[in-house]
C-alpha cells in the first residue's frame, strides 16, 4: 500500500491492517440498521414494499462501506480522526432511528441525516489530505457525486407516497453508480482503481465484520420471536432450522473463503480494484440475503404449519439465494473460483419455489437449510481434498 498523501497525524501506516475498537463501536449503529430493515421489510412483503426495503439497505450499506473505506485511510485513533467517527455514528444513529417510519413521518428526518453523512465525510476527507494527492481530488469527485444526489434525498423527504419513491430511487442510483464510474466530473476526468492504496486486509476485515452483525441480528430476531410463541413441537423445529440456516450460511463465508480472500486482496497489486469489486458490491446481495432468510425464518416461526404464500416462499428460498449469488461472484471476483457447489443450491434453492405451493413453512425452511448446509458440507470437504492433495 503507496501513501495516499495527506497530514501524517491523521494516516494509518501502510502496514496497519487492525480494526480499532472505535470502528467496532462504530459497528455498533448498524446492529440497529440492519435490525430496523429486518422489521420494515417483515411488515412490507409485496413488490413496492420489497422495493423500499432495498432502496434503504443501499443507503444504510453506502453510509457504512464508505465510512470502512475512510478508516482504512486514516487512523481511528487519532483525535480528530476518532471524532469525525464519533459524530459519523451519531447521525447514523439519528438515520437507523428513522428507518421503520422513512415512508412515513420520519422520510425527512432520514433524508436530512443520510445526506450529512455522505456530504460531510467527504468534505473532512478533502481537508485532511494533501491538495495534490490523488486521493485528493478523489474525494472532490465523490463530493460532487455525493452533492448532485443529496437535493433528490432531501426532495424525497419533503414528498410523500410513490414520488418519494422515485425520488429516493434516483438518488441511491447515482450513489451506487459513483464508484463503478471511476467518480467521473467533466474536466476532471475519473479515478482509477490503481490510484486507491488501500489496506486490503483491513478492508476485507471490515466487511466480515459487517456480515457477522447482519448474521447476529438474524440469530437476535429468531430468539427473540420463539421467546414470545408458545413452545411445541412445530415452533422448536422451526427455531432448528433457522438457527442452523444461519450456522450454515456463516460456515459458507467464513470456513475458508473470507480468510483466503483477505490474503488474496492483501498482496493483490491493484487492491483497490478488488476493494471496489469484491468487498464494496459484491457484498450488498450477501448482506440483503441474510436479511431476507431472517424474514423468512420470522414468518416459519409464527406460522411453522400454516400455509406457504407466496412472500413466505419468496423469503425462506430467495434469502438464501441472494446470499449464495453474491458468494459466488465474490469468490469469483477476488479469487477467480468458479464454485460448482454453491451455483448447484442456487438452481436447487431456486427449483423448490414451485414445490413450496404444497410445503408448509416449516417443511419448506428444512429443505433450505438442508441445501444451504449440504452446500457448506461438501465445499468444506472439497478444500480438504485440495490441501490433502495440492497435486
Partial sequence: MTSPGGRPDVLRGPEDARVTTIELFFDVVYVLAVTQLTELLLHRLHPAGVADAAVLLLAVWWAWVDTAWITNWFDPDQPRVRVLLIGLMGISLVMSSALPEAYGDRGLWF??????????????????????????????????????????????????????????????????????????????????????????????????????????????????????????????????????GSVALWWIYFDHSAEAARQAIAVAEEPGRLGRSGYTYLHIPMVA???????????????????????????????????????????????????????????????????????????????????????????????ARTVRHPG
Fill in 111 to 244: 433524508a436530512v441525516a443520510y445526506v450529512a453523512l455522505s456530504v460531510g465525510r467527504s468534505l473532512f476527507v478533502a481537508s485532511a489530505l494533501a491538495r495534490r494527492s490523488n486521493l485528493h481530488r478523489n474525494f472532490q469527485r465523490l463530493l460532487v457525486w455525493r452533492t448532485v444526489s443529496a437535493p433528490l434525498w432531501l426532495a424525497g423527504g419533503f414528498a410523500s407516497g410513490p414520488l418519494r419513491l422515485g425520488l429516493w430511487v434516483a438518488a441511491v442510483a447515482i450513489d451506487s453508480a459513483a464508484a463503478a464510474c471511476g467518480f467521473y466530473v467533466p474536466g476532471w476526468g475519473r479515478s482509477r482503481p490503481a490510484e486507491w492504496a488501500i489496506n486490503g486486509a483491513h478492508l476485507a476485515e471490515r466487511a466480515r465484520l459487517f456480515v457477522i452483525i447482519a448474521l447476529g441480528e438474524s440469530i437476535l430476531v429468531t430468539g427473540t420471536v420463539f421467546g414470545a410463541l408458545r413452545h411445541d413441537w412445530a415452533t422448536l423445529a422451526a427455531l432448528a432450522s433457522a438457527f442452523l
Fill in 289 to 383: 440475503g441474510v436479511i431476507v432468510t431472517a424474514v423468512g425464518d420470522d414468518r416459519t416461526l409464527h406460522h411453522p404449519t400454516g400455509e406457504s404464500d407466496p412472500a413466505v416462499i419468496g423469503s425462506v428460498l430467495g434469502g438464501p439465494v441472494l446470499f449464495l449469488a453474491g458468494f459466488l461472484l465474490f469468490k469469483s471476483a477476488i479469487l477467480g473460483v468458479r464454485s460448482r457447489t454453491h451455483l448447484t443450491a442456487v438452481i436447487v434453492l431456486v427449483a423448490l419455489g414451485p414445490l413450496g405451493l404444497v410445503l408448509n413453512p416449516l417443511a419448506l425452511s428444512a429443505l433450505s437449510t438442508a441445501v444451504v448446509a449440504t452446500a457448506a458440507a461438501r465445499s468444506t470437504l472439497l478444500v
